[in-house]
């Protein structure tokens, strides 16, 4: 059975940091990311990594977001720094299983940055 479960979501000031883990579970995963989902707006993503390590980042992002894995212990990482209020969001952590051909999410973790 495949579990992503997230963590590491809160309430925090602009300016300031978090980090979001992924437990992973129940497959091998060829590409796993992050999403995110303001009120009001469609999810959208925030980073992506292969298996191999490529990564990939939306550009509200980048510079100030680092996605990381750890495939001995299954576990993915979202390192998010210099926080701005706009990153107020419900964090998803997501899953490609290219055997199965099937994307898998877990529950989210919510991400407050206050101003």
């Known amino acids: 059975q495949v579990q992503l479960v997230e963590s590491g979501g809160g309430l925090v000031q602009a300016g300031g940091s978090l980090r979001l883990s992924c437990a992973a579970s129940?497959?091998?995963?060829?590409?796993n990311g992050w999403y995110r989902q303001a009120p009001g707006k469609q999810r959208e993503l925030v980073a992506t990594?292969?298996?191999?390590?490529?990564?990939n980042y939306a550009d509200s992002v980048k510079g100030r977001f680092t996605i990381s894995r750890d495939t001995a212990k299954n576990m993915v990482y979202l390192q998010m720094n210099s926080l701005k209020p706009e990153d107020t969001a419900v964090y998803y952590c997501?899953?490609?299983?290219?055997?199965?051909?099937?994307?898998?999410w877990g529950k989210g973790t919510l991400v407050t940055v206050s101003s």
């Open positions: 129940g497959s091998i995963f060829s590409i």
């Open positions: 990594i292969t298996r191999g390590g490529r990564t």
């Open positions: 997501y899953a490609h299983d290219t055997i199965r051909g099937k994307d898998f």
